[in-house]
């Protein structure tokens, strides 16, 4: 298992915003492709974004396009999402995971809390 730490995420109200992180230690994070995906209680766990190992290619979950923005710094061996005019419904586990072509996501954190209120 490829250690992945997330942290960011806290009680916020609707229309603030959050910085997640996800930090990586150990290993060649700039080797890995890396994704962001969220959990809400007694649904499916859903895609949010992805980014690849240079930045070069990104891409968003239709739903959260207009409001996330994910990045990284290799530099630093994190990689962000930030998450502007938060919604209730986005309340939900955020979890990132590090991925190789042709492989998928096989890594994966413990998850950072989001909750937003109304």
């Known amino acids: 298992q490829v250690p992945l730490v997330e942290s960011g995420g806290g009680l916020v109200q609707a229309g603030e915003s959050l910085r997640l992180a996800c930090a990586a230690s150990g290993w060649r994070f700039d080797l890995f492709g890396m994704g962001w995906f969220r959990q809400a209680p007694g649904k499916e766990r859903q895609f949010v974004a992805s980014i690849s190992r240079r930045s070069s290619n990104k891409a968003y979950a239709e739903l959260v396009k207009e409001r996330f923005t994910i990045s990284r710094d290799n530099a630093k061996n994190t990689v962000y999402l930030q998450i502007n005019s938060l919604k209730p419904e986005d309340t939900a586990g955020y979890y990132c995971?590090?991925?190789?072509?042709?492989?998928?996501?096989?890594?994966w954190g413990q998850g950072t809390q989001v909750t937003v209120s109304s």
């Open positions: 995971a590090a991925g190789v072509v042709g492989k998928g996501y096989e890594y």
